[in-house]
Protein backbone atom coordinates (compact mmCIF):
# COMPACT_ATOMS: atom_id res chain seq x y z
CA UNK A 1 0.00 0.00 0.00
CA UNK A 2 1.69 2.94 -0.98
CA UNK A 3 -0.10 6.56 0.32
CA UNK A 4 1.23 9.69 -1.27
CA UNK A 5 0.55 11.85 1.85
CA UNK A 6 2.69 11.53 4.51
CA UNK A 7 0.44 9.66 7.33
CA UNK A 8 -0.46 10.99 10.69
CA UNK A 9 0.01 8.88 13.50
CA UNK A 10 -2.53 7.95 15.99
CA UNK A 11 -2.56 10.76 19.47
CA UNK A 12 -4.02 8.24 21.93
CA UNK A 13 -3.41 4.50 20.89
CA UNK A 14 -6.22 1.63 22.72
CA UNK A 15 -5.34 -1.05 24.82
CA UNK A 16 -3.43 -3.35 23.41
CA UNK A 17 -2.12 -7.52 24.02
CA UNK A 18 0.32 -8.66 21.24
CA UNK A 19 1.75 -12.04 21.43
CA UNK A 20 5.66 -12.03 20.81
CA UNK A 21 7.51 -14.95 18.66
CA UNK A 22 8.65 -16.61 22.33
CA UNK A 23 4.75 -16.60 23.18
CA UNK A 24 5.13 -13.51 25.64
CA UNK A 25 2.15 -11.28 26.17
CA UNK A 26 3.27 -7.66 25.53
CA UNK A 27 0.80 -5.40 26.65
CA UNK A 28 0.79 -1.77 24.24
CA UNK A 29 0.57 0.81 25.43
CA UNK A 30 2.89 -0.69 28.98
CA UNK A 31 1.27 0.61 32.42
CA UNK A 32 5.04 0.24 33.72
CA UNK A 33 6.88 2.74 31.77
CA UNK A 34 7.21 3.96 27.48
CA UNK A 35 6.83 1.80 24.84
CA UNK A 36 8.91 2.11 21.46
CA UNK A 37 7.03 0.24 18.82
CA UNK A 38 9.54 -0.26 16.00
CA UNK A 39 7.91 -1.36 12.57
CA UNK A 40 10.50 -2.94 10.19
CA UNK A 41 10.35 -4.91 7.21
CA UNK A 42 10.91 -8.91 7.07
CA UNK A 43 12.45 -11.46 9.41
CA UNK A 44 16.18 -11.52 7.85
CA UNK A 45 16.37 -8.01 6.61
CA UNK A 46 19.71 -7.22 6.62
CA UNK A 47 19.33 -3.47 7.55
CA UNK A 48 16.69 -4.64 10.17
CA UNK A 49 19.44 -6.68 11.32
CA UNK A 50 21.64 -3.82 11.61
CA UNK A 51 19.26 -1.75 13.40
CA UNK A 52 18.55 -4.21 16.11
CA UNK A 53 21.59 -5.33 17.31
CA UNK A 54 22.68 -1.78 17.95
CA UNK A 55 19.31 -1.87 20.19
CA UNK A 56 20.23 -4.93 21.63
CA UNK A 57 23.70 -3.71 22.46
CA UNK A 58 22.25 -1.02 24.55
CA UNK A 59 19.52 -2.74 25.99
CA UNK A 60 20.35 -2.27 29.58
CA UNK A 61 20.54 0.98 28.59
CA UNK A 62 17.34 1.77 26.90
CA UNK A 63 15.53 -0.68 29.93
CA UNK A 64 17.12 1.59 32.47
CA UNK A 65 15.62 4.38 30.81
CA UNK A 66 12.13 2.59 31.28
CA UNK A 67 11.45 1.74 27.94
CA UNK A 68 10.07 -1.22 27.01
CA UNK A 69 10.98 -2.15 22.97
CA UNK A 70 8.36 -4.20 20.77
CA UNK A 71 9.22 -4.61 16.88
CA UNK A 72 7.17 -5.67 14.38
CA UNK A 73 7.65 -7.53 11.11
CA UNK A 74 5.20 -8.47 8.23
CA UNK A 75 6.75 -11.97 8.58
CA UNK A 76 4.90 -15.11 9.42
CA UNK A 77 5.54 -15.92 13.43
CA UNK A 78 7.31 -19.29 12.71
CA UNK A 79 9.89 -17.64 10.52
CA UNK A 80 10.47 -14.34 12.50
CA UNK A 81 11.31 -16.85 15.35
CA UNK A 82 14.12 -18.30 13.34
CA UNK A 83 15.46 -14.54 13.27
CA UNK A 84 14.28 -13.23 16.51
CA UNK A 85 14.06 -15.22 19.65
CA UNK A 86 17.04 -15.12 21.38
CA UNK A 87 16.74 -11.30 20.83
CA UNK A 88 16.13 -9.57 24.59
CA UNK A 89 13.35 -7.50 22.35
CA UNK A 90 9.51 -8.97 22.19
CA UNK A 91 9.27 -9.06 18.63
CA UNK A 92 5.66 -9.54 17.24
CA UNK A 93 4.52 -10.98 13.72
CA UNK A 94 2.27 -9.14 11.73
CA UNK A 95 2.37 -11.00 8.06
CA UNK A 96 -1.63 -9.44 7.11
CA UNK A 97 -0.04 -6.11 8.32
CA UNK A 98 -3.29 -5.61 10.29
CA UNK A 99 -1.01 -3.41 12.67
CA UNK A 100 0.80 -1.80 10.02
CA UNK A 101 -2.70 -0.21 8.75
CA UNK A 102 -3.50 0.38 11.95
CA UNK A 103 -0.45 3.09 12.94
CA UNK A 104 -0.47 4.27 8.84
CA UNK A 105 2.90 2.49 8.21
CA UNK A 106 4.18 2.19 4.45
CA UNK A 107 5.30 0.25 1.38
CA UNK A 108 6.49 1.84 -1.24
CA UNK A 109 9.25 1.44 -3.85
CA UNK A 110 11.45 4.32 -2.37
CA UNK A 111 11.87 1.72 0.41
CA UNK A 112 15.18 0.44 -1.53
CA UNK A 113 15.18 2.85 -4.37
CA UNK A 114 16.74 5.85 -1.90
CA UNK A 115 20.42 6.30 -2.00
CA UNK A 116 20.12 6.66 1.55
CA UNK A 117 20.05 3.21 2.58
CA UNK A 118 22.15 1.87 0.08
CA UNK A 119 25.40 1.30 2.21
CA UNK A 120 22.99 -0.31 4.98
CA UNK A 121 22.05 -2.77 2.66
CA UNK A 122 25.62 -3.78 1.20
CA UNK A 123 26.72 -3.76 5.33
CA UNK A 124 23.47 -6.24 6.04
CA UNK A 125 24.40 -8.11 2.87
CA UNK A 126 27.65 -8.41 3.71
CA UNK A 127 27.57 -9.47 7.65
CA UNK A 128 24.32 -11.89 6.56
CA UNK A 129 27.33 -13.37 3.80
CA UNK A 130 29.67 -13.72 6.85
CA UNK A 131 27.54 -15.55 8.97
CA UNK A 132 26.66 -12.65 11.16
CA UNK A 133 22.91 -12.99 10.68
CA UNK A 134 20.74 -15.51 9.08
CA UNK A 135 20.11 -14.91 5.87
CA UNK A 136 16.01 -14.34 4.88
CA UNK A 137 13.63 -16.43 3.21
CA UNK A 138 13.90 -15.86 -0.68
CA UNK A 139 10.26 -15.33 -0.87
CA UNK A 140 8.61 -12.98 0.96
CA UNK A 141 5.10 -12.87 1.77
CA UNK A 142 4.68 -9.40 2.66
CA UNK A 143 6.77 -8.23 0.28
CA UNK A 144 10.48 -6.32 0.38
CA UNK A 145 9.09 -3.33 0.39
CA UNK A 146 8.38 -2.10 3.95
CA UNK A 147 8.94 1.24 5.21
CA UNK A 148 10.53 1.63 9.12
CA UNK A 149 8.28 3.73 11.95
CA UNK A 150 9.01 4.35 15.30
CA UNK A 151 6.35 5.40 17.87
CA UNK A 152 6.87 6.61 21.68
CA UNK A 153 3.67 5.23 23.75
CA UNK A 154 3.18 7.11 27.42
CA UNK A 155 1.56 4.67 29.86
CA UNK A 156 -1.51 6.10 28.88
CA UNK A 157 -1.51 5.37 25.16
CA UNK A 158 -0.54 8.90 24.46
CA UNK A 159 1.83 9.17 21.22
CA UNK A 160 4.48 11.06 22.28
CA UNK A 161 6.53 10.84 19.50
CA UNK A 162 6.79 9.43 15.72
CA UNK A 163 8.76 9.02 12.95
CA UNK A 164 7.90 7.60 9.50
CA UNK A 165 11.04 6.30 7.65
CA UNK A 166 11.33 7.56 3.98
CA UNK A 167 13.27 4.78 3.11
CA UNK A 168 14.52 1.85 4.22
CA UNK A 169 17.22 2.70 6.52
CA UNK A 170 15.19 5.54 8.21
CA UNK A 171 14.73 5.02 12.10
CA UNK A 172 15.27 6.42 15.21
CA UNK A 173 18.95 5.40 16.39
CA UNK A 174 19.38 4.30 19.91
CA UNK A 175 20.36 8.00 21.10
CA UNK A 176 17.27 9.50 18.87
CA UNK A 177 14.60 7.46 21.50
CA UNK A 178 16.52 7.85 24.73
CA UNK A 179 16.89 11.61 23.74
CA UNK A 180 12.98 11.67 23.08
CA UNK A 181 12.31 9.51 26.12
CA UNK A 182 14.03 11.94 28.40
CA UNK A 183 12.06 15.03 26.54
CA UNK A 184 8.99 13.36 27.25
CA UNK A 185 9.60 13.32 31.11
CA UNK A 186 10.62 16.83 31.28
Not at 10 to 22: A, E, G, K
Request: net charge neutral; charged share 20%; proline share 9%.
Amino acid sequence: MTQSASPKPPRIIDRYQFLSVTGEHVPVPDPQGLVHLQFRRFAGCPICNLHLQSFVARHPEISAAGIREVVFFHSPATELAEHTAELPIATVADPDRDVYRLFGVESSPRALLDPRSWTAIVRGIALTLRGRFRAPAGRQPGGRLGLPADFLIAPDGEVLAAKYGAHADDQWSVDDLLARAASARR
